[in-house]
């Protein structure tokens, strides 16, 4: 049964959302919550809020609403989830919760898993998680003196690796990533990966792949030549993993001028995407660049402050490069 829309808020989203598509962006969705990652949406918020955006949104898929856009001919409050990265949990998480709804979602990969290698951000957790040292001096990295004394301490030792380590070049990634695993004499067996068998079954199941590049790198960071290793050979990789068409993109960490630019935008369509997403709030109209698509993570648990959070978005302009 559908969920009953707040009528508080069902005409002002029916006005302001008519002819613009919404898309929500999710990541990790676990079923417990982890004090490492306090952020992260548990699965129970998660369902909840899906409830919630069922009730004032018309899901479709991002295939049909990127047709639609091209057309201008939108559905009515029209709406797509995303989902970026890659995790084990979303088979027994998010998956079954999107299919009792009857919601479509696009999942966006990195493939780099399914070589053996882990996403970049769990190392970090892992790396954290497991450490057996009770202080850590980074200070040859300028990111200071940490106490390790318990799960809370933890959290922005992991803050401040990511930061350092997000805008770096791939290889130097792994460099100092090497570095840090001895400075904190860390165990980083067994980080969680997502499978091939869950991917494959995701895609039997009727939900949409797309493609996140292979080791998840900031574009803006990367050469054109690694740029594009990065963009086309996910595209392949994951075509053939499926044995199908692989349409959409998501460009890393995904600020308009800041991890992307006009270049990656070109290469994204040179490579035979037809559409790709961003991190950039907001929403988009007919007309807009299918390859600069605005996605938003609602977090509010509430059904009347996610409609707030959801007027925001769709009045928010946002940052679009060049004329595409």
Known sequence: MRPQANPWVDLPLRLLAKS??????????????????????????????????????????????????NQDKLPPRAACITFDDGYPDWIKGAVPALLRRNMHATFFINTCQFQGRPLWHEQINAL?????????????????????????????????????LKYQQLEKREEIFAHLRNLLDSNLEAVPIMS???????????????????????????????AWTE?????????????????????????????????????????????????????????????????????AESQTKLAAQLVRNILKKPTIIGDF
């Open 128 to 164: 954290v998680r497991n450490s057996k040292k009770r202080t850590v001096d980074l200070g040859v990295y300028e990111i200071g003196h940490f106490e390790l004394d318990d799960d809370a301490s933890k959290v922005p030792l992991i803050t401040a690796i990511e930061t350092l």
């Open 196 to 226: 091939l068998e869950d991917l494959k079954a995701m895609h039997a199941k009727g939900f949409g792949i797309g493609a996140h590049t292979v080791n998840h790198p900031i574009l803006s960071c990367c050469n054109d030549d690694i």
């Open 231 to 299: 963009i086309a050979q996910v595209k392949e990789e994951l075509s053939g993993l499926i044995n199908a068409p692989v349409t959409a993109f998501a460009y890393p960490n995904g600020r308009p001028n800041l991890d992307f630019n006009h270049r990656h935008v070109e290469m994204v369509k040179k490579a035979g995407y037809t559409c790709a997403v961003t991190t950039e709030a907001g929403v988009i109209a007919a007309g807009g660049s299918a390859y600069q698509i605005p996605r938003f993570t609602p977090w």
């Open 20 to 69: 613009k598509l919404s898309v929500f962006l999710f990541h990790k969705v676990p079923r417990d919550y982890d004090p490492l990652v306090p952020l992260e949406l548990t699965l129970a918020t998660f369902e909840r809020m899906l409830d919630n955006v069922l009730a004032e949104f018309n899901v479709i898929s991002l295939d049909d609403a990127v047709v639609a856009l």
